[in-house]
C-alpha cells in the first residue's frame, strides 16, 4: 500500500519531546530501547523484516494493568515472538509496552530522533553536525507496504525528519554549516563562481495601497571546485598570457576556421545522420551509428559545487555587477586581503550580459593600483548553454520563413501545430525539439531519394551518412542525389548544416569533450555574425582571441574546462556550467511557490539558497524508502516516429528533396556561414582589433593625473 507523506504526516501529530523526569519508567524504557536499537543494528535485521515480523504482535490486545517494569517487559514473551525478531526481544517488548497508555510512538521517535548515541542516530536516520554535508542517513532499508501500523510508523518519522529540518532552518544552522564548508574548500582548492539573475514574482491576492505585486530582480550564484586531489593545496595558478614573442600575429585569419575546425565538424555530423537512419529502422536492428572519436575529453569526476546565498542585487547593470563581486568575496567567502595581493586569475562565469558588464568594469578600473580595486582577479567567462539557445534562435529564425514559402518552418509549424514558436520569440526547448525533428524528417527523406536511385540498398549505413553529410557540409550540393538545385532543396540542404553545428553542440556538452567544442568556436562564430547576433558575435571574437592568440594553452584549456560540470560523475553526464544556474534558480522558486507571499529574500538567503541540493536529496529519498511516486518532470518522451512521418509526407508533397522535385517557389535561406564571414571580413574583425589595442595600452598620462588628484 502506497501513500503520500505529505497528505498522511497531517494526521499524525508530533507531541512536545518527553521528558525523561516525567516518568523513571519511560527513562529507564528509552535507554532499554536505545540498548536494543545497538542490538538490532549490530544483527543485521533491518527494520523492513523487523515490522512485518512483529506488527501483528504488536497489534494484539494488551489487558491493562499496572506499568511493567523494565524486567517484566523482557521476559515471558519470547516463546511466541517470531524466529526472525528473536536477536533482539527486548526493542520487540519494548515497542509493545510503548503501544499501551503511557507514550505514544511519535513521542518515542521523538526521543531516538534527539539521541546523541551514534548507533541510535544511524537507525533512525536523525542527522548529526559532523556528518556535514551527509546531513540525512537513511530511515530505513526497506520499502513498507500495507498495514496501518507501518503507515503510522513512516507518518512518524517523516513528520520528525521534517520538523528537525524545519528547526535548523529556523535558526539557520543548515546555512551556517554550509558557509563553513564553502569557507574551508576556498582555501584548499581552486574555484571558479557562476552567476546568474533570478526572478521572484511576488503575488498578493488581497492588494492594497502599501501591498501589491512585485517583480524582483537578484542574483543567484554557484562557487565550483577543478578537480584536484583531495588533502592537497591548490597549485601555483598557471600563466595567463603567453609570452610576447610566442603570440601568433593578429589577423583575420586568426579568427576563422582552420582546415581542423572543419573536417571535425564534418566527421561527427557522419555520426549525427547515421544516428537518425539507425533510429528510424524497426524494433530489434543490430545497426549502431557510427562512433565518434573524443579530441580531448575532461576526466570525469564528480563535480564538487556549493551553492551560494542568493543577493537581491540586479546584475543587469554595471553597479549591480560590481555588487555581486563585493557580496560573494567580501561577505560570503571573506577573502583575506592577502588573498587579492597575490590573484588567482579567478573565472566569474555568465550569461553575454554579465561577462560585458563586467569586462566594462575591468576597463574602468585598469588604472587602480589596489589589488582588489582594479579588478585583476576577476577574469568574465561566457558560457554554453545561453550561446546554445542563441544558436538556436538563430537558425530558426533564419529558416523560419514564411507560411506561403513550402518547406519552411513557419509552413511545418502550422501544419504540426505546434504552440509557442514565433519568429520574435520562441521557447528553447520547443524550438530545439522542432528542429531535431524537421532534421530527421528531411535526412531520412534524402535515404528515400537513394533508395528510388537504386543505390540504398546497396549501401551501407556509413557509406549513406558520409554522402548525407557531403552534400551539406560544404556547399549545398543536391546534385549528389540527383536533385534539382532549386531554392527548395537548397533551403533544405542548408537547413540540415545549421542544425547539424545546434546537434554537435549540444553532444559535445554531454560527451565533455572540450576539442570538439573548440573546433565548433569558430563556426558558430561565423553563424553568430551571418545572423545579426552582434553581442554574441563580438564575444565569441573575444574568446577566440584569447585562445589563440593570448593566452597560454593551460590556461585556454581552463577556461574551456569551466563551462562544464558533471555533478553526478558519469560518463555523458556533463552539462553547461551555467544549465547547472539554472537548475538551482528553479530549485530555489519551487520553494519559493511552495512558501507563497509570506516568503522573503533574507529567508531565501538565510534559510534556502545554499541547502537545495540537501533539500533535493531529502525529497529523493523519502520518495525512494517510502515508496512514493515521484512528482519530477521525469518520464518517458513520446515518440516523434509519427511527428517524422508527417513531416517526409509534406516535403515529398512539396516536391522538396525528392526526385519529382519541380518547385519553381520559395524564397532563398540566408547561408549563415558564407554571410557571417563577408561580415566579419567586411569590419568586424579591424574594429575588434583595433578595441583591443585600445583597451590593452594604458595612457600614463591618465594614471599620473588620476594619482595627482588622489594625493
Request: net charge neutral; with cysteine.
Amino acid at each position: 500500500m502506497e501513500f503520500n507523506p505529505a497528505q498522511d504526516s497531517a494526521k499524525t501529530t508530533v507531541s512536545p519531546p518527553l521528558k525523561a523526569s516525567t516518568s523513571p519508567w519511560i527513562s529507564m524504557e528509552l535507554n532499554a530501547a536505545k540498548d536494543a536499537i545497538k542490538t538490532l543494528t549490530g544483527s543485521g535485521i533491518s527494520i523492513r523484516d523487523f515490522v512485518h515480523t512483529s506488527h501483528k504482535t504488536f497489534n494484539s490486545p494488551t489487558p491493562k494493568s499496572d506499568p511493567p517494569t523494565l524486567e517484566g517487559c523482557t521476559t515471558g514473551q519470547n516463546k511466541q515472538t517470531p524466529t526472525s525478531t528473536r536477536k533482539s526481544p527486548k526493542l520487540l517488548e519494548v515497542l509493545r509496552c510503548i503501544k499501551r497508555q503511557y507514550m505514544t510512538l511519535p513521542m518515542f521517535l521523538e526521543e531516538l530522533f534527539m539521541s546523541d548515541d551514534p548507533d541510535v542516530a544511524q537507525w533512525t536516520g536523525h542527522f548529526h553536525e559532523h556528518k556535514g554535508a551527509e546531513r540525512v542517513l537513511k530511515i530505513w532499508d526497506g520499502k513498507l507496504q500495507g498495514g496501518k501500523w507501518e503507515e503510522d510508523f513512516v507518518n512518524s518519522a517523516v513528520n520528525i525528519v521534517v520538523n528537525c529540518t524545519l528547526k535548523h532552518l529556523k535558526n539557520k544552522k543548515l546555512t551556517k554549516d554550509a558557509r563553513k564548508q564553502v569557507k574551508d574548500a576556498v582555501g584548499k582548492f581552486d574555484w571558479w563562481v557562476v552567476y546568474d539573475n533570478i526572478n521572484i514574482a511576488n503575488k498578493h491576492h488581497h492588494q492594497r495601497a502599501d501591498k501589491h505585486d512585485t517583480f524582483d530582480n537578484g542574483t543567484a550564484a554557484t562557487l565550483i571546485l577543478f578537480p584536484s586531489d583531495k588533502g592537497q593545496s591548490p597549485a601555483a595558478p598557471p600563466a595567463l598570457f603567453r609570452p610576447e614573442d610566442e603570440r601568433p600575429v593578429p589577423t583575420a585569419d586568426l579568427f576563422f576556421p582552420k582546415e581542423a575546425d572543419w573536417e571535425v565538424p564534418h566527421q561527427v555530423s557522419r555520426s549525427h545522420v547515421s544516428a537518425t537512419i539507425v533510429r528510424s529502422l524497426p524494433k530489434g536492428s543490430t545497426a549502431v551509428a557510427i562512433p565518434i572519436l573524443p579530441i580531448q575529453k575532461l576526466d570525469i569526476h564528480k563535480t564538487v559545487l556549493f551553492p551560494l546565498q542568493t543577493m537581491r542585487l540586479d546584475e543587469s547593470t554595471i553597479a549591480g555587477n560590481l555588487a555581486v563581486l563585493e557580496r560573494i568575496t567580501q561577505v560570503g567567502l571573506q577573502l583575506p586581503k592577502t588573498w587579492f595581493a597575490n590573484p588567482k586569475n579567478t573565472i566569474f562565469a555568465g550569461d553575454q550580459m554579465s561577462v560585458s558588464r563586467l569586462l566594462t568594469l575591468k576597463i574602468h578600473r585598469i588604472v587602480d593600483n589596489d589589488p582588489y580595486d582594479s579588478l585583476a582577479w576577476v577574469h568574465p567567462t561566457p558560457q554554453l548553454f545561453h550561446l546554445d539557445m542563441n544558436l538556436c534562435g538563430t537558425i530558426f529564425r533564419t529558416h523560419y520563413g514564411s507560411p506561403q514559402s513550402p518547406g519552411s518552418l513557419a509552413s511545418i509549424i502550422i501544419l504540426m501545430d505546434r504552440k509557442r514558436l514565433t519568429k520574435e520569440k520562441q521557447e528553447f526547448k520547443a524550438a530545439d525539439e522542432l528542429l531535431r525533428i524537421v532534421f530527421d524528417a528531411m535526412v531520412l527523406s534524402l535515404c528515400e531519394s537513394l533508395r528510388q536511385g537504386g543505390t540504398s540498398d546497396e549501401l551501407d549505413i556509413p557509406t549513406i551518412s558520409e554522402i548525407i553529410t557531403n552534400s551539406f557540409c560544404s556547399l549545398p550540393s543536391p546534385s549528389l542525389f540527383g536533385l534539382p538545385s532549386t531554392t527548395v532543396n537548397i533551403n533544405a540542404l542548408l537547413f540540415l548544416r545549421d542544425v547539424a553545428v545546434h546537434i554537435e553542440l549540444t553532444e559535445a556538452i554531454k560527451a565533455g569533450d572540450i576539442g570538439r567544442i573548440s573546433h565548433l568556436l569558430p563556426i558558430i562564430t561565423l553563424m553568430m555574425h551571418g545572423g545579426g547576433n552582434t553581442n554574441y558575435a563580438l564575444e565569441l571574437l573575444r574568446l577566440l582571441y584569447g585562445i589563440r592568440h593570448l593566452w597560454t594553452d593551460e590556461w585556454a584549456t581552463r577556461v574551456l574546462s569551466s563551462m562544464l560540470v558533471n555533478p553526478k560523475g558519469v560518463d555523458g553526464g556533463w552539462m553547461a556550467t551555467d544549465m547547472l544556474q539554472e537548475n538551482h534558480n528553479y530549485l530555489i522558486k519551487s520553494i519559493f511557490s511552495s512558501k507563497g507571499s509570506n516568503m522573503t529574500w533574507e529567508y531565501l538567503r538565510d534559510s534556502i539558497s545554499t541547502n537545495i541540493r540537501t533539500f533535493q536529496v531529502i525529497s529523493w529519498m523519502f520518495e525512494q524508502e517510502v515508496g512514493v511516486g515521484s512528482n519530477s518532470t521525469k518520464h518517458q518522451k513520446p515518440s516523434p516516429a509519427s511527428d517524422i512521418v508527417t513531416i517526409q509526407d509534406y516535403l515529398l508533397a512539396e516536391g522538396i528533396l525528392c526526385k519529382s522535385s519541380q518547385c519553381g517557389r520559395g524564397i532563398p535561406v540566408v547561408d549563415l556561414q558564407r554571410l557571417g564571414g563577408d561580415k566579419m571580413i567586411g569590419g568586424s574583425i579591424v574594429r575588434f582589433l583595433d578595441r583591443r589595442q585600445q583597451e590593452s595600452a594604458v595612457d600614463l598620462e591618465e594614471i599620473e593625473a588620476l594619482e595627482n588628484v588622489t594625493d
